[in-house]
């Protein structure tokens, strides 16, 4: 079966736009995370989803929002983008909550000039 | 929040050599998973292992839940086990799905 699809691959933005990244879960699960990768701070929890409701939040500004639709689809939006928002975001998608297996997408490169 | 702690941080190695990688963890977990970041970013997952010894080819995991560490085996190493290998733990909450990752070692196997 497909596995975690997200879109677009790579991104270019220039600081004050807005973005909106696109994750598509393994079929039937239904939670969907968020996590941002950076040479300095690593691989850090944006958020996570499960049945359209954010369960957890990580500790990121109000810019960085998501939403999850009813096929478990989810999008994420990065508004105000700042230089420092350059950076791969990458999605997981298990079947539940709690002590399940995590599979990873391919990751969006997003870079802000 | 839970602590992840990876060790080496970077580790060269000689193609069919072996080693051990390290994921100390500060609390209980309800899942440890073993990651392999390929050269264009994706996480391969390696293991899912909470506890216990798992073996697929020439890797290897094994989870103490109790000690709170967790040990990846690379054996007989190979040229395309370079990159970045990342332990990540998901704390026991209900406080929704978020993975801890530690920073993760960098692998370079030489020919």
């Known amino acids: 079966k497909a596995g975690v699809t997200q879109t677009p691959r790579y991104l270019i933005k220039t600081r004050g736009q807005q973005v909106t990244l696109s994750c598509s879960p393994i079929s039937g699960h239904r939670s969907v995370s968020w996590y941002q990768q950076t040479p300095g701070q690593g691989l850090q929890f944006l958020f996570e989803?499960?049945?359209?409701?954010?369960?957890n939040k990580g500790n990121f500004p109000g810019r960085f929002s998501g939403r999850q639709f009813s096929n478990s689809r989810s999008e994420m939006n990065v508004s105000t983008l700042e230089l420092g928002d350059s950076a791969l975001y990458l999605c997981?998608?298990?079947?539940?909550?709690?002590?399940?297996?995590?599979?990873f997408g391919q990751g969006t490169r997003l870079t802000v000039v | 929040g839970i602590q992840v702690e990876q060790s080496p941080p970077d580790l060269i190695l000689q193609e069919g050599a072996n080693s051990t990688l390290r994921c100390n963890f500060s609390d209980s977990v309800n899942n440890l998973q073993w990651f392999h970041q390929n050269p264009w970013g994706q996480l391969i997952n390696l293991f899912y292992?909470?506890?216990g010894t798992k073996q697929n080819g020439r890797l290897s995991a094994t989870t103490v839940a109790t000690e709170r560490y967790s040990l990846l085996y690379i054996s007989s190493s190979q040229t395309t086990d370079s990159g970045v290998y990342f332990c990540?733990?998901?704390?026991?909450?209900?406080?929704?799905?978020?993975?801890?990752f530690g920073k993760g070692t960098s692998l370079l196997v030489t020919p």
């Open positions: 989803y499960f049945s359209e409701t954010q369960r």
């Open positions: 292992i909470p506890s």
């Open positions: 990540a733990v998901l704390a026991n909450s209900n406080s929704g799905y978020a993975l801890n």
């Open positions: 997981a998608s298990s079947l539940l909550q709690g002590s399940t297996e995590a599979f």
